[in-house]
């Protein structure tokens, strides 16, 4: 029996640096970027609209006639709340967790880390048509 010590101590050991080089790899694919906290009043109008229309960067696709839902001027903030934003989880809000996820359609357009921060901070706030 004592012979047969050592062994075991080596395939446990064995088996727990396996484990610790493996686990790491099961995490999520759902946020990778540092997002920063922002503190100060977001206003819809001023900072969140044009994530989704400047140069048609989600209306290019997210406009009436074209792919629900539609993020134009006149119809985005209706869109968005209440149906994609999540007051109690915010973090779980649709309309910042879906371009970030790597949804197909979404791969190549995600939020920079200033855009996605300015989200999560607006729906925090109770995502208001300011
Ligand atoms: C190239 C076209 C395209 C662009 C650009 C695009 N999307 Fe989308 N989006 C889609 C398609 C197609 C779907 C529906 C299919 C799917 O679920 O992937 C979708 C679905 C979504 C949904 C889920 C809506 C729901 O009701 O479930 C959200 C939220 C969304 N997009 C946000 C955005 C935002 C924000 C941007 C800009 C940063 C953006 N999209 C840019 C094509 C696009």
């Known amino acids: 029996m004592k012979?047969?010590?050592?062994?075991?101590?080596?395939?446990?050991?064995?088996?727990?640096?396996?484990l610790l080089n493996v686990l790491p790899s099961c995490e999520y694919e759902f946020i990778e970027i540092d997002v920063?906290?922002?503190?100060?009043?977001?206003k819809f109008s001023v900072e969140i609209?044009?994530?989704f229309n400047t140069n048609n960067n989600c209306t290019g696709c997210h406009r009436a006639g074209a792919t629900s839902?539609?993020?134009?001027?006149?119809?985005a903030y209706n869109s968005i709340v209440p149906l994609l934003v999540n007051l109690a989880d915010p973090e779980s809000?649709?309309?910042?967790?879906?371009?970030?996820?790597s949804s197909p359609?979404?791969?190549f357009k995600k939020y920079t880390p200033a855009q996605a921060a300015l989200i999560l901070a607006w729906i925090k706030q109770g995502a208001p048509n300011n």
């Open 3 to 18: 012979t047969k010590a050592p062994f075991q101590i080596t395939g446990f050991a064995i088996a727990v640096i396996f």
């Open 36 to 42: 920063p906290v922002i503190e100060d009043t977001v």
């Open 49 to 51: 609209l044009p994530i």
């Open 69 to 75: 839902p539609d993020f134009t001027e006149q119809a």
């Open 93 to 101: 809000s649709k309309i910042y967790q879906f371009p970030l996820s």
């Open 105 to 107: 359609s979404h791969g």
